[in-house]
């Protein structure tokens, strides 16, 4: 019997609305929607507030927070943000 290996990822996941540099070593078959509650709490912001904040990779938007890490291709060593999921007005 093998033992089963737990392979991590070292990310780095900016929180834009605190703008902190979140470093981050998720398990690879981590949900995208566990990588942002981390990131909120480690930039000292309200993990229960998730659902206002939205997760990007490359520049696209995540819709379903519901993969995995790996399920992305999100290789060690990436860079995530997160940001609020509605507009904000420029003044």
Known sequence: MTA???VTV??????VDSWRVC???????????AVKLRALAAAGMDPAR???YVV???GALIGNESRSLSEL???????LVVLS???????
């Open 50 to 52: 998730a659902g206002d």
């Open 10 to 15: 070292k990310l780095r996941v900016t929180v």
């Open 85 to 91: 999921a509605y507009r904000r007005a420029v003044r």
């Open 56 to 58: 990007k990779y490359g």
């Open 23 to 33: 470093p981050l070593e998720m398990r690879a078959n981590e949900k995208i929607a």
């Open 73 to 79: 291709g999100v290789p060690d060593g990436a860079a």
């Open 4 to 6: 089963a290996v737990q």
